[in-house]
């Protein structure tokens, strides 16, 4: 069974994660500026909750073992091996943010 959850943008905050609940799972949601972005809650170097990450600059920190995530794209900047983070469906209506599970 697929699972929705809905933000709405403007309760983000700006230049930092927000964890959102999706079905037994979640979901980090960024916004930086204008754009949104949303990946699994899960760092590929050991499953580290990527939302709770420090954002500087467009770049997530896992809070679990530092590496560094660009947030547009998802690739890992501080360890080019790593895998980049896994992007989850969403679609914008309006102000809501619609995840897809």
């Known amino acids: 069974m697929a699972h929705h959850a809905t933000v709405e943008r403007s309760a983000l905050p700006e230049d930092q994660g927000s964890v959102v609940a999706l079905g037994d799972d979640s979901v980090a949601v960024f ?12 760092c590929p170097h050991r499953g580290g909750p990527i939302g709770e990450g420090l954002v500087v600059g467009g770049v997530v920190t896992c ?3 530092g590496n560094k995530f ?9 360890d080019p091996e790593l895998p980049a983070l896994s992007r989850a469906r969403f679609r914008i209506d309006g102000d809501r943010i619609v995840i897809e599970g």
């Open 63 to 65: 809070p679990w073992h």
């Open 70 to 78: 660009d947030v547009a794209s998802g690739r890992c900047v501080s």
């Open 31 to 42: 916004r930086i500026g204008e754009v949104v972005t949303v990946y699994r809650n899960h």
